[in-house]
């Protein structure tokens, strides 16, 4: 059976981007008889917000996308997150690395998706288990040494076709950041595997990131799911809509007495509201 997930973080309100995501995931799922799951990223405790939560609850009722069972928790998830770090530490794949972003920038020769690319500052670093003290550090994935171990994968996007999976593009990505026993990537690819998400679905802006979560569930001997990587709702100038540049939120929309269901029916038939239109743009094949 399929089952698909929304998963969005609590650190600002849903605008129509989300929608739409949401609306992807959801009319994938029940397309097939599916399921359709809705987990609240909220593992940054700094950021995330419950009263965002309690809005994302009444905003997707209010578009007709429901989701079943219960909202799952991302944070509740944590002690599990930490466990496979500590696999992953064993393993020999992680190293602990304090440079600032800063420090990153003025020795990164490449830019990747989040930007610089890590340059391997501590990665070989001598005596790394005896003089550094890892408290405090975050943990980066040796992602040559994870591939050297799992030799090359492949994975599927249902849009674009198959892909080789190329986790090097980020460089050595942080696995457990320093204030948390987890990170995007780690978090998200163990409860896609925990929650038995057999299609992500999720915005083209995260496709490459689909490259590390493929590298992960090889070494931690994940099911691997489908992918599909939905295009975004743009602005004029080509960015994806965001909140901080005046997308009107979705709680704004539903307390000025707008109808949701019909916000919802829109984006399934195409129609945009003025200025915005959906990005085809599709990555190729590295
Ligand atoms: N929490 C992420 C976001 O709000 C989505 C993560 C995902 O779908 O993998 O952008």
Known sequence: MIRTRFAPSPNGPLHLGHAYAALVAHDLA????????????????????????????????????NWDGEARFQSKRLPGHAEAGERLKAMGLLY?????RAEIAAAATAMGPDGPVYPGTCRHRPGTSESFDPEGAAWRLD???????????AWTDERAGPQRAAPEIFGDVVLLRKDLPASYHLAATL?????????VTRGMDLFPASHVHRLLQALLGLPVPVWHHHPLLIEPDGRKLAKRRGAPSLGDRRRAGEDGRAIVEALREGRFPAGISLSEGLHQAP
């Open 96 to 100: 602990p690395c304090r440079c600032t």
């Open 30 to 65: 029940r397309a097939q008889d599916g399921e359709f799951l809705l987990r609240i990223e909220d593992i940054d405790g700094e950021r995330s917000r419950v009263e965002f939560v309690e809005e994302f609850f009444r905003d997707l009722e209010w578009l007709g996308l």
């Open 143 to 153: 992602v040559a040494r994870a591939l050297d171990l799992t030799g090359p994968l």
């Open 191 to 199: 409860d896609d595997a925990t929650e038995g998400i057999t299609l």
